[in-house]
């Protein structure tokens, strides 16, 4: 058998968890599907799949060749549509991951535009508050919010965002407004675990950084319902200033010591460099930098 649709067929079995669920991915029969991946591991003598009767998992040595496969066949795609030419419509499948709240008042929009201006492409959002592995997962495109490691990925920076304290004006009547992070033991905390997993808040002040073990009253999964419980006026929250910037803007919300807020967290486009361009990566990201730069000039 071809090399090529081994490889893809192996992807496609280990992204599902499952021959059936490849199968049909592929528009193959099942048994076609088995008799691939028994031909691949024979031409390799190595187990690529370690198989029950509830699910397929890769194993040690199938998880590395599972990151060159998907890069061979994305190398490959690339020179395809390099070949059919610069200008060639995209197509195919894209997968995009983002933050939950920046994918959905940020990323959500360039998505849609995409899929309307490109009717031969369609489109995965993960939109996932954890930091996701682009060639592990099988990721095209990813926005990341902070520093970035040293890696393969090719970053374009679009913008940067704040980490800022928040509280809603009647709770700040009723409990006043702290000046300095050492206010903060006297006052109802509530803090998201997406932002602030250590409960350890980190501030900057003259040159001097600071860090407050703070003890919340209410702990939450979600941006949002922190968000939410800061509006109803329980407490102080801390986010991100993407995440809040409207409650400022109505009123709804306070900005709290200014003064003592860390240097900005820089937001990139990442994506796989390939030795080719792929048309659809480099369509989706020239259409997303454009955007994601414009409105994070207003953040």
Request: proline fraction near 5%; charged fraction near 25%.
């Amino acid at each position: 058998m071809d090399k090529l649709h081994l490889m893809t067929v192996f992807v496609a079995v280990a992204e599902e968890e499952g021959f059936a669920a490849a199968a049909r991915r592929l528009a193959m029969s099942p048994p076609a599907v088995t008799r691939a991946i028994a031909a691949l591991e024979a031409r390799l003598s190595v187990k690529l799949l370690n198989r029950s009767t509830r699910f397929v998992r890769v194993t040690e040595a199938g998880q590395r060749y599972l990151e060159d496969a998907r890069r061979i066949i994305a190398d490959v795609e690339a020179a395809d549509e390099a070949t059919a030419g610069i200008n060639a419509e995209p197509r195919g499948h894209l997968v995009v991951t983002a933050p939950v709240m920046f994918g959905k008042i940020f990323v959500m929009p360039g998505i849609v535009e995409y899929l309307q201006r490109y009717p031969a492409m369609d489109v995965s959002a993960l939109f996932l508050d954890r930091v996701v592995n682009l060639l592990e997962e099988g990721i095209d495109v990813g926005v990341r919010i902070g520093e970035l490691p040293d890696s393969s990925m090719k970053a374009i920076r679009v913008g940067q965002i704040r980490r800022v304290l928040c509280a809603s004006p009647a709770y700040l009547q009723q409990h006043g407004t702290p000046v300095s992070p050492d206010e903060l033991s006297r006052h109802s905390i509530i803090a998201a675990t997406g932002v602030t997993p250590m409960v350890e808040w980190r501030f900057s002040h003259a040159g001097q950084n600071m860090a407050v073990k703070v003890k919340p009253r209410l702990t939450v999964s979600s941006n949002d319902a922190a968000i939410e419980a800061s509006l109803a006026g329980l407490g102080i929250s801390r986010m991100l200033s993407y995440q809040v910037d409207g409650c400022f803007e109505d009123g709804r919300l306070c900005r709290l010591m200014q003064d003592y807020e860390t240097a900005p967290l820089p937001v990139h486009v990442v994506h796989r460099e390939s030795r080719y361009a792929s048309g659809k990566v480099r369509s989706f990201v020239d259409l997303i930098v454009a955007q994601l730069r414009e409105k994070m000039v207003r953040h």
